[in-house]
Nanobody, 127 residues
Framework: EVQLQASGGGLVQAGGSLRLSCAAS????????FGWIRQAPGKAREEIAC????????HYVDSVEGRFTISSDNAKNTVYLQMNNLKPEDTAVYYC????????????????????WGKGTLVTVSS
């Protein structure tokens, strides 16, 4: 059974940090690209970071570049999203997803098709 379990969300003040985790099981972790997709209230889903476990490619959307870091621990089958200098506009439900496609450059307000999705974790940033 394919599972993606995201955790680590919560309430944090602006300028603070959180680390999200995504534990994967039921498919070949090393062959997949993982993405973090967020959906803010009243807005469309947006892919903000991706990492390819097959070739190491990483991309970020402009709004999080330099503040967020995506990483992958193949021994633990877990992908992380370290979020620093959080802003109120980062408030959203964050989803972990996986695809057997490439990790491609990301643009504001869009996301690529994913094969597997986890349940979201809520991140709330207060001003």
């Amino acid at each position: 059974e394919v599972q993606l379990q995201a955790s680590g969300g919560g309430l944090v003040q602006a300028g603070g940090s959180l680390r999200l985790s995504c534990a994967a099981s039921g498919f070949s972790f090393d062959d997949y690209t993982f993405g973090w997709i967020r959906q803010a209230p009243g807005k469309a889903r947006e892919e903000i970071a991706c990492i390819s476990n097959s070739d190491g490619t990483i991309h970020y959307v402009d709004s999080v570049e330099g503040r967020f870091t995506i990483s992958s621990d193949n021994a633990k089958n877990t992908v992380y999203l370290q979020m620093n200098n959080l802003k109120p506009e980062d408030t959203a439900v964050y989803y972990c997803a996986a695809s057997d496609s490439l990790c491609l450059p990301l643009r504001t307000g869009m996301y690529y098709g994913m094969h597997h999705w986890g349940k979201g974790t809520l991140v709330t940033v207060s001003s």
